[in-house]
């Protein structure tokens, strides 16, 4: 679990700085990068979820035994 966390805050990490370079190269507008910056957070938010429920099924799982 602690190296899919990982991969992901760096992954997301990664997009972000990206994101802030294109603007700074003026490559995207600032209202592209709030776009990206928001469907960045969107799928965050489904993955934070997705791992959430997964963790809550594996200890109803562990408090079988």
């Known amino acids: ?3 899919i966390h ?3 805050k760096t992954m997301i990490y990664f997009h972000l700085h990206t994101i ?3 603007v700074k190269e003026k490559e ?3 209202d592209e ?3 990206a910056e928001d469907e960045i957070q969107k799928l965050t938010d489904k993955y934070i ?3 959430d429920a997964l963790l809550e099924e ?3 799982d562990l ?3």
Do not use: C, G, P
């Open 6 to 8: 990982f991969f992901n």
């Open 49 to 51: 979820q997705q791992v």
């Open 33 to 35: 990068a709030r776009r």
């Open 28 to 30: 995207i507008s600032e």
């Open 20 to 22: 802030k370079d294109l």
């Open 63 to 65: 408090m079988e035994f």
């Open 58 to 60: 594996k200890e109803k």
């Open 1 to 3: 679990f602690y190296r």
